[in-house]
């Protein structure tokens, strides 16, 4: 089988979110956009307005491969 590199598993296994649900974040890191950065279980959450130092609840508004988009609640 001949393997590129380009799919390093980011497609395997479940995501520890769920899009539409809720979750009690901290916010770590700042993204260069102007995110702010928490993860759940390793896997990164943009938190739009989100703040470093900042603990909220957020809700889930989109998953992808590699990272998921959430805003405060």
Same mark, same amino acid.
């Given at each position: 089988?001949?393997?590129?590199?380009?799919?390093?598993? =980011?497609?395997?296994? $479940?995501? $520890?979110? %769920? %899009?539409?649900? %809720?979750?009690?974040?901290?916010?770590? %890191?700042?993204?260069? +956009? &102007?995110? &702010? @950065? !928490?993860? @759940? *279980?390793? =896997?990164?959450?943009?938190?739009?307005? &989100? *703040?470093?130092? *900042?603990?909220? +609840?957020? +809700?889930?508004? *989109?998953? &992808?491969?590699?990272? !998921?988009? !959430?805003?405060?609640v």
């Amino acid at each position: 089988m001949y393997c590129t590199g380009f799919n390093r598993g =980011f497609n395997s296994g $479940p995501k $520890p979110v %769920e %899009e539409g649900k %809720e979750y009690d974040v901290s916010v770590t %890191e700042i993204s260069r +956009k &102007g995110d &702010g @950065i !928490a993860r @759940i *279980q390793g =896997f990164v959450i943009f938190v739009k307005g &989100g *703040q470093v130092g *900042q603990n909220c +609840k957020v +809700k889930i508004t *989109q998953i &992808g491969n590699r990272f !998921a988009t !959430a805003e405060i609640v």
